[in-house]
Protein backbone atom coordinates (compact mmCIF):
# COMPACT_ATOMS: atom_id res chain seq x y z
CA UNK A 1 0.00 0.00 0.00
CA UNK A 2 1.13 3.59 -0.99
CA UNK A 3 0.29 6.20 1.65
CA UNK A 4 0.73 9.54 0.88
CA UNK A 5 0.26 12.78 3.16
CA UNK A 6 -1.00 16.20 1.63
CA UNK A 7 0.27 18.62 4.42
CA UNK A 8 -0.50 22.60 4.49
CA UNK A 9 -2.20 24.97 6.99
CA UNK A 10 -5.93 24.62 4.70
CA UNK A 11 -6.59 27.68 6.26
CA UNK A 12 -9.14 27.96 4.60
CA UNK A 13 -9.33 24.57 2.63
CA UNK A 14 -10.52 25.70 -1.01
CA UNK A 15 -11.02 24.30 -4.57
CA UNK A 16 -7.75 24.21 -5.33
CA UNK A 17 -6.55 21.87 -2.39
CA UNK A 18 -9.52 19.74 -3.04
CA UNK A 19 -8.31 19.30 -6.57
CA UNK A 20 -4.75 18.34 -5.48
CA UNK A 21 -6.13 15.71 -3.09
CA UNK A 22 -8.86 14.22 -5.51
CA UNK A 23 -6.42 13.62 -7.84
CA UNK A 24 -3.78 12.09 -4.96
CA UNK A 25 -6.50 9.81 -4.27
CA UNK A 26 -6.36 8.53 -7.72
CA UNK A 27 -2.84 8.16 -7.80
CA UNK A 28 -2.38 6.53 -4.19
CA UNK A 29 -3.82 3.78 -1.86
CA UNK A 30 -4.55 6.06 0.47
CA UNK A 31 -4.11 9.99 1.14
CA UNK A 32 -3.55 11.84 4.41
CA UNK A 33 -4.22 15.44 4.68
CA UNK A 34 -2.49 16.93 7.07
CA UNK A 35 -3.63 19.77 8.71
CA UNK A 36 -0.18 21.79 10.38
CA UNK A 37 -1.18 23.45 13.89
CA UNK A 38 1.66 25.90 13.96
CA UNK A 39 2.83 27.88 10.92
CA UNK A 40 4.67 30.87 11.28
CA UNK A 41 2.33 33.07 9.68
CA UNK A 42 -0.93 34.33 11.18
CA UNK A 43 -4.17 32.26 10.72
CA UNK A 44 -8.13 32.73 10.61
CA UNK A 45 -9.39 29.65 11.76
CA UNK A 46 -7.88 27.26 14.57
CA UNK A 47 -6.02 23.72 14.59
CA UNK A 48 -9.38 22.52 15.16
CA UNK A 49 -11.63 24.57 12.91
CA UNK A 50 -9.50 23.95 9.99
CA UNK A 51 -9.40 20.04 10.58
CA UNK A 52 -13.25 19.96 10.72
CA UNK A 53 -13.50 22.03 7.76
CA UNK A 54 -11.12 19.45 5.74
CA UNK A 55 -13.20 16.52 7.83
CA UNK A 56 -16.39 18.11 6.39
CA UNK A 57 -15.07 18.73 2.64
CA UNK A 58 -13.84 15.26 2.55
CA UNK A 59 -16.49 12.68 4.70
CA UNK A 60 -17.25 9.58 3.03
CA UNK A 61 -14.19 9.42 0.43
CA UNK A 62 -12.77 6.31 1.86
CA UNK A 63 -9.11 6.66 0.73
CA UNK A 64 -8.75 10.49 2.47
CA UNK A 65 -7.83 10.37 5.64
CA UNK A 66 -7.39 14.02 7.62
CA UNK A 67 -5.65 14.13 10.82
CA UNK A 68 -3.50 17.47 12.49
CA UNK A 69 0.17 17.59 13.02
CA UNK A 70 3.21 19.60 14.82
CA UNK A 71 6.52 19.80 13.96
CA UNK A 72 8.69 18.28 11.11
CA UNK A 73 6.26 17.39 7.97
CA UNK A 74 8.99 14.13 7.37
CA UNK A 75 8.73 13.17 10.84
CA UNK A 76 4.76 13.28 10.54
CA UNK A 77 5.49 11.14 7.13
CA UNK A 78 7.63 8.44 9.15
CA UNK A 79 5.23 8.11 12.17
CA UNK A 80 2.17 7.38 9.23
CA UNK A 81 4.23 5.29 7.53
CA UNK A 82 3.61 7.92 4.41
CA UNK A 83 6.26 7.09 1.36
CA UNK A 84 4.98 10.02 -0.59
CA UNK A 85 4.48 13.89 0.25
CA UNK A 86 2.29 15.49 -2.33
CA UNK A 87 2.43 19.24 -2.93
CA UNK A 88 0.41 21.44 -5.37
CA UNK A 89 2.19 23.65 -7.74
CA UNK A 90 -0.05 27.07 -9.22
CA UNK A 91 2.51 29.27 -10.60
CA UNK A 92 6.24 29.37 -11.10
CA UNK A 93 7.21 31.26 -8.15
CA UNK A 94 5.26 27.66 -6.25
CA UNK A 95 8.47 25.43 -7.98
CA UNK A 96 10.70 27.23 -6.34
CA UNK A 97 9.77 27.26 -2.99
CA UNK A 98 8.54 22.91 -3.21
CA UNK A 99 12.31 22.50 -5.39
CA UNK A 100 14.12 24.06 -2.21
CA UNK A 101 11.51 22.47 0.53
CA UNK A 102 11.69 18.93 -1.25
CA UNK A 103 15.25 18.73 -1.56
CA UNK A 104 15.57 19.40 2.10
CA UNK A 105 12.93 17.06 2.84
CA UNK A 106 15.02 14.22 0.93
CA UNK A 107 18.30 15.40 2.58
CA UNK A 108 16.45 14.28 5.67
CA UNK A 109 14.46 11.59 4.32
CA UNK A 110 15.57 9.60 1.35
CA UNK A 111 12.74 6.97 1.91
CA UNK A 112 10.28 9.63 1.32
CA UNK A 113 9.25 10.92 -2.95
CA UNK A 114 7.72 13.89 -2.90
CA UNK A 115 4.96 14.29 -5.67
CA UNK A 116 4.32 17.77 -6.80
CA UNK A 117 0.80 17.79 -8.87
CA UNK A 118 -0.25 21.16 -11.26
CA UNK A 119 -3.19 22.85 -10.61
CA UNK A 120 -5.94 22.84 -12.51
CA UNK A 121 -6.18 25.84 -14.71
CA UNK A 122 -9.18 27.31 -12.95
CA UNK A 123 -7.67 27.06 -9.75
CA UNK A 124 -4.36 28.99 -10.40
CA UNK A 125 -4.97 31.97 -8.61
CA UNK A 126 -6.36 30.39 -5.63
CA UNK A 127 -4.78 30.78 -2.49
CA UNK A 128 -6.33 30.60 1.19
CA UNK A 129 -4.93 33.93 1.62
CA UNK A 130 -6.90 35.13 -1.47
CA UNK A 131 -9.52 33.65 0.11
CA UNK A 132 -9.19 35.07 3.53
CA UNK A 133 -8.93 38.76 2.35
CA UNK A 134 -11.81 38.46 0.02
CA UNK A 135 -14.49 37.11 2.56
CA UNK A 136 -13.04 39.81 5.13
CA UNK A 137 -13.60 42.26 2.42
CA UNK A 138 -17.34 40.84 2.10
CA UNK A 139 -17.08 39.41 -0.82
CA UNK A 140 -18.21 36.61 -2.67
CA UNK A 141 -16.35 33.26 -2.60
CA UNK A 142 -19.08 30.74 -3.62
CA UNK A 143 -16.90 29.50 -6.66
CA UNK A 144 -13.46 28.92 -4.11
CA UNK A 145 -14.38 27.05 -1.66
CA UNK A 146 -17.10 24.36 -0.92
CA UNK A 147 -20.41 25.73 0.61
CA UNK A 148 -20.19 24.66 4.56
CA UNK A 149 -16.14 26.44 4.14
CA UNK A 150 -17.91 29.51 2.43
CA UNK A 151 -20.41 29.59 5.74
CA UNK A 152 -17.41 29.49 8.25
CA UNK A 153 -15.39 32.59 6.46
CA UNK A 154 -18.38 34.74 6.60
CA UNK A 155 -19.16 33.79 10.76
CA UNK A 156 -15.16 34.45 11.50
CA UNK A 157 -15.65 37.53 9.02
CA UNK A 158 -18.93 38.56 11.26
CA UNK A 159 -16.22 37.78 14.42
CA UNK A 160 -13.64 39.44 13.73
CA UNK A 161 -15.40 43.09 12.14
CA UNK A 162 -13.23 45.76 12.52
CA UNK A 163 -10.13 43.73 13.06
CA UNK A 164 -7.94 44.01 10.42
CA UNK A 165 -7.56 40.32 8.33
CA UNK A 166 -4.61 38.01 9.16
CA UNK A 167 -1.57 37.95 6.25
CA UNK A 168 0.27 35.53 5.50
CA UNK A 169 3.35 35.09 3.16
CA UNK A 170 2.72 31.73 2.00
CA UNK A 171 -0.19 29.28 1.66
Sequence with gaps: MVRAIFPGTFDPIHLGHM???SRAARLF???VIAVYDKPL???MFS????ISLVEQTFHGIAKVKVTGYSGLT???AHKMDAQVIVRGLRVFSDFEFEFRMALANQRLAKDIETVALITAEQ????SSSTVREIAMLNGDVSS???P????ALQAKARDMEGHSPPNSLRD
Design 19 to 21: DIA
Design 29 to 31: DEV
Design 41 to 43: KSL
Design 47 to 50: PEER
Design 74 to 76: IDF
Design 123 to 126: HTFL
Design 144 to 146: MVP
Design 148 to 151: HVQK
